[in-house]
Nanobody, 118 residues
């Protein structure tokens, strides 16, 4: 059973940057699309970005376009989320998820907290 572990969260001032990592254990993510989602306090979980298995196709929520970049290293079995020009409204718990079987996001990490101070 594959397990996803996010890391890299923390406290940063507005305008700063963070890089999140999503590492897999117990299996490979090599052929799975990977997504990043976030849940802000008092809000529902929302889609942030996704990347296909090869890294050739990415999608971004309008709120993060031009600021966030998703990438993957299939040798290291890790997906990254580079977040630049962070805003207080980016404060949330960030989760990575894998779509292993082509239908839905079926494997989730435990999340990592990102807090952006104004």
């Amino acid at each position: 059973q594959v397990q996803l572990v996010e890391s890299g969260g923390g406290l940063v001032q507005a305008g700063g940057s963070l890089r999140l990592s999503c590492a897999a254990s117990g299996g490979t993510l090599r052929f799975a699309p990977i997504g990043w989602f976030r849940r802000a306090p008092g809000k529902e979980r929302e889609f942030v970005t996704s990347i296909n298995w090869s890294g050739g196709t990415t999608n971004y929520a309008d709120s993060v376009k031009g600021r966030f970049t998703i990438s993957r290293d299939n040798v290291q079995n890790t997906v990254y989320l580079q977040m630049n020009s962070l805003k207080p409204e980016d404060t949330a718990v960030y989760y990575c998820a894998a779509n292993r079987f082509g239908s839905n996001w079926d494997a989730w990490g435990q999340g990592t907290q990102v807090t952006v101070s104004s």
